[in-house]
């Protein structure tokens, strides 16, 4: 099956410091990749859509200086927090698919902690 | 404003019942559906996936489809424990520029 891959799993980081997050499709080539943060017991939330050599694509609310999103390849995506700070604190996912109508498929995540 | 419904739950059903969960979605050029499953703390994981409509069966799950009434729903049979979990519809259409839109999700409990 597809398989995304996602790293680090979890990393706590110091206020104002910047943290990047891996998001690669190992099997198949990932034409789109999406990135959602989710906090404890809520639903998803779409941060950003992401095509390979295209710009991000950001969702209303999302501070695209603040969220930097690089979609260099067809298998891989990175998220850059930049300047942390604790209410960035979150489970952030990215997913990728092959095609419009693809199922998309999960890597496992990053719990970010700030302090 | 492209919507996709789903009972929070909890579902509570008792291990080896059918686990019977449904989605209603408002787009009706919507044209994939897929099912996922969160643990507690985890990414979700695709369950099924279904494109026409009827019925499609993968082990113990079943993806039901019905355009016209805009629902679709999972079955799950001989419930288990380990199926405890959330259960996220997510729907993609054309209208809504192939973004997936989720559900937030059906609670389900499978007691022992």
């Known amino acids: 099956g597809a398989v995304v891959s996602q790293h680090p799993s979890w990393v706590i980081c110091k206020s104002g410091t910047s943290v990047k997050i891996e998001c690669r499709s190992l099997?198949?080539?990932?034409?789109?990749m999406f990135w959602y943060r989710q906090f404890p017991k809520q639903s998803l939330m779409l941060m950003a859509t992401s095509n390979e050599g295209s710009k991000a694509t950001y969702e209303q609310g999302v501070e695209k200086d603040k969220f930097l999103i690089n979609h260099a390849s067809l298998t891989l995506s990175t998220l850059t927090v930049t300047s942390a700070h604790p209410e960035d604190s979150s489970f952030y996912i990215c997913?990728?698919?092959?095609?419009?109508?693809?199922?998309?498929?999960f890597g496992n995540g990053t719990r970010l902690t700030v302090t | 404003q492209k919507e996709v419904e789903q009972n929070s739950g909890p579902l509570s059903v008792p291990e080896g019942a059918i686990a019977s969960l449904n989605c209603t979605y408002s787009?009706?050029?919507?044209?994939?559906f897929f099912w996922y499953r969160q643990y507690s703390g985890k990414s979700p994981e695709l369950i099924m996936f279904i494109y026409s409509n009827g019925d499609k069966e993968d082990g113990r799950f079943t993806a039901q489809l019905n355009k016209a009434s805009q629902y679709v729903s999972l079955l799950i049979r001989d419930s288990q424990p380990s199926d405890s979990a959330t259960y996220l519809c997510?729907?993609?259409?054309?209208?809504?520029?192939?973004?997936?839109?989720f559900g937030r999700g059906t609670s389900l409990i499978v007691h022992p």
């Open positions: 997510a729907v993609i259409s054309p209208g809504g520029s192939y973004i997936p839109t």
């Open positions: 099997d198949f080539q990932a034409t789109t």
């Open positions: 997913s990728a698919r092959g095609g419009d109508n693809s199922p998309l498929h």
């Open positions: 787009d009706r050029g919507s044209q994939s």
